[in-house]
């Protein structure tokens, strides 16, 4: 199975500075990789599919990058309101794994 | 408005079995991909089911031969079928609608507790 590994596991950066995840996959995904935001308490939200599409509703701030085996999740200048849990899934096929995740502080 | 409201959780015991149900509403559950994804106390998610469009079912290899995903169409309802529970299942069960794969609406979720 096809493994998911994101870097680094957790992170802290003040208000405004730009932050990057990092999530590659130990094989070829092409570009079947998503990625989701889990604010502490509730229900994770998709942010990303196809490796750079930004859902409907989601601030621009955020951007992805990648394809293969090596992806990039952005926020270009971090809020508050950006504390979080981010998630990174590959879905190509079955089993849909998700990396381990990366929380995101405000220092 | 598109809906996805999970039920069925609770405490069970080691051996146990659990059925989770995920009644649907605002779209149609036999057209789409639907998954259920769970997440332990304090850890990350881990994807455990999908039922494609089609019928075909695949499961996390942690989960394979104890639970079955189904989906009842008259009723708009995906279930999870969960027998032999151990302690590790213990989590919030998500189902959630997929897009083309990503999973891109997600239900309130349902916590199980497998103990004695």
């Known amino acids: 199975d096809i493994q998911m590994t994101q870097s680094p596991s957790s992170l802290s950066a003040s208000v405004g500075d730009t932050v990057t995840i990092t999530c590659r996959a130990s094989q070829g995904i092409s570009s079947y990789l998503a990625w989701y935001q889990q604010k502490p308490g509730k229900v994770p939200k998709l942010l990303i599919s196809a490796a750079s599409t930004l859902q409907s509703g989601v601030p621009s701030r955020f951007s992805g990058s990648g394809s293969g085996t090596d992806f990039t999740l952005t926020i270009s200048s971090l809020q508050p309101e950006d504390v979080a849990t981010y998630y990174c899934?590959?879905?190509?096929?079955?089993?849909?794994?998700f990396g381990q995740g990366t929380k995101v502080e405000i220092k | 408005e598109v809906q996805l409201v999970e039920s069925g959780g609770g405490l069970v015991q080691p051996g146990g079995s659990l059925r989770l149900s995920c009644a649907a509403s605002?779209?149609?559950?036999?057209?789409?991909?639907m998954s259920w994804v769970r997440q332990a106390p304090g850890k990350g998610l881990e994807w455990v089911s999908v039922i494609y469009s089609g019928g075909s079912t695949y499961y996390a290899d942690s989960v394979k031969g104890r639970f079955t995903i189904s989906r009842d169409n008259s009723k708009n309802t995906l279930y999870l079928r969960m027998n032999s529970l151990r302690a590790e299942d213990t989590a919030v069960y998500y189902c959630a609608r997929d897009y083309n794969g990503e999973h891109g609406f997600w239900g309130q979720g349902t916590l199980v507790t497998v103990s004695s």
């Open positions: 605002g779209f149609t559950v036999s057209n789409n991909y």
């Open positions: 899934q590959k879905y190509n096929s079955a089993p849909w794994t």
